[in-house]
């Protein structure tokens, strides 16, 4: 059974900062990309982040470029996402997923359909 278990979230100021991780559990492919997703309320979720567990390359949406930074522990089988100079569009719930590269790489790595495997969210406000 695959599990991924987020923490880390939290209230912060606007200009604060905040690492979130998640913690993978069960998924069997080697081959995989693992992202992280937010949504806000009555919004679509989005692409924020996400990895290749090949080549360590990196994904970001354009809201996010040069503030936030994904990363990965292997050997921990987590994943990070570390947040700066947060502000109060940030605010949503945050969720990670993983999916098999053969499916995420045949598309945007920033697409929610392309994973398959999701974590119940962790939430992120930001008060300005």
């Known amino acids: 059974q695959v599990q991924l278990v987020e923490s880390g979230g939290g209230s912060v100021q606007a200009g604060g900062s905040l690492r979130l991780s998640c913690v993978v559990s069960?998924?069997?492919?080697?081959?995989?990309?693992m992202g992280w997703f937010r949504q806000a309320p009555g919004k679509e979720r989005e692409g924020v982040a996400s990895?290749?567990?090949?080549?360590?390359?990196?994904y970001y949406g354009d809201s996010v470029k040069g503030r936030f930074t994904i990363s990965r522990d292997s050997a921990k089988n987590t994943l990070y996402l570390q947040m700066n100079t947060l502000n109060s569009e940030d605010t949503a719930t945050y969720y990670c997923?993983?999916?098999?590269?053969?499916?995420?790489?045949?598309?945007?790595?920033?697409?929610?359909?392309?994973?398959?495997?999701w974590g119940q969210g962790t939430q992120v406000t930001v008060s300005s």
């Open positions: 997923a993983v999916g098999p590269a053969y499916r995420v790489s045949r598309g945007d790595p920033l697409r929610t359909a392309e994973y398959r495997f």
């Open positions: 069960g998924y069997a492919y080697n081959s995989n990309y």
């Open positions: 990895i290749y567990s090949g080549d360590g390359r990196t």
